[in-house]
């Protein structure tokens, strides 16, 4: 499965690229060679510190690009009384009886702990396109599931969080 990102997810990915090419990879050059000055390699711990931040930082570059080129590029539009990616979603749970506020992301931004989910989720499939009022089930496997109600839709929610590096 490829993954989803959005227009303004790879701009965001593209900045990041550039300032860590232009500025962090300068850094660490810096940080290798100052410490490679300060004489025996075998135990100078700053040597390794900044090999080691040096790589991680060419391997975060590294990823990056591969996401950008292999990404499935998804519409982050929807209507204005829909939801959409990137919009944050009050819904009610019927069997517990509980609100919760879930921001729609793409497969790169998911994290549940934070209420961020998949447009690929089971609730996100569910969710994607609906309005507020809305009774939902949201399939969790053959014949299984939950209902859900939109209860509010966001439109105005930033678009701040980053790309989590793995």
Do not use: H
Request: charged share 35%; with cysteine.
């Amino acid at each position: 499965m490829r993954n989803q990102l959005t227009e303004n997810d790879i701009k965001k990915m593209q900045e990041e690229i550039e300032y860590r090419k232009l500025v962090v990879r300068q850094e660490a050059l810096e940080d290798v060679k100052s410490a490679r000055a300060q004489g025996d390699l075998s135990e100078n711990f700053e040597y390794y510190a900044a090999k080691k931040f040096k790589n991680k930082n060419e391997s975060r570059i590294r990823f990056l690009e591969r996401m950008i080129r292999t990404a499935e590029v998804i519409e982050d539009d929807s209507a204005a009384d829909e939801v959409g990616v990137n919009n944050r979603v009050d819904v009610w749970f019927e069997e517990d009886c509980e609100m919760e506020t879930y921001k729609i992301v793409t497969t790169m931004r998911q994290n549940s702990l934070e209420g961020l989910i998949s447009v690929e989720s089971p609730l996100g499939k569910a969710l994607i396109g609906k309005k507020v009022g809305d009774r939902v089930f949201v399939e969790i496997g053959k014949g299984a599931g939950y209902y859900v109600v939109v209860k509010a839709i966001d439109k105005t929610a930033t678009d701040d969080e980053q790309i989590r590096s793995f």
